[in-house]
């Protein structure tokens, strides 16, 4: 994880469960999201969605070995984007 400017955050995480960024995922992904104040997004080489959305996050359609990119601004950023990439590092409890 890095910043990448004032209350800015970001990390690379790769889709490592089987089944890619599908529902359950994604609605972890999202329930995580809204805990914190800051805003999130999840970026990827197709584009950048909303990760307090998952709708947003489900177009993304990130099969397993997709890169994606985590990207916090706000006074509680780092946090939020090291919580959202840990669900990613555990498969999201998958596997």
């Known amino acids: 994880m890095r910043q990448a400017g004032a209350h800015t955050w970001e990390c690379t995480v790769q889709v490592a469960n089987?089944?890619?960024?599908?529902?359950?995922?994604?609605?972890?992904?999202?329930?995580t999201a809204q805990r914190f104040a800051a805003d999130l997004v999840l970026e990827t080489q197709d584009g950048a969605v909303d990760a307090k959305s998952i709708l947003d996050i489900l177009t993304l359609a990130a099969p397993r070995g997709a890169w994606v990119?985590?990207?916090?601004?706000?006074?509680?950023?780092?946090?939020?984007?090291?919580?959202?990439?840990?669900?990613f590092r555990e498969r999201f409890g998958e596997e």
């Open 18 to 31: 089987t089944l890619g960024l599908h529902a359950r995922p994604a609605g972890k992904i999202c329930q």
């Open 69 to 87: 990119r985590v990207r916090g601004h706000g006074p509680d950023a780092q946090e939020a984007v090291e919580a959202v990439a840990q669900l």
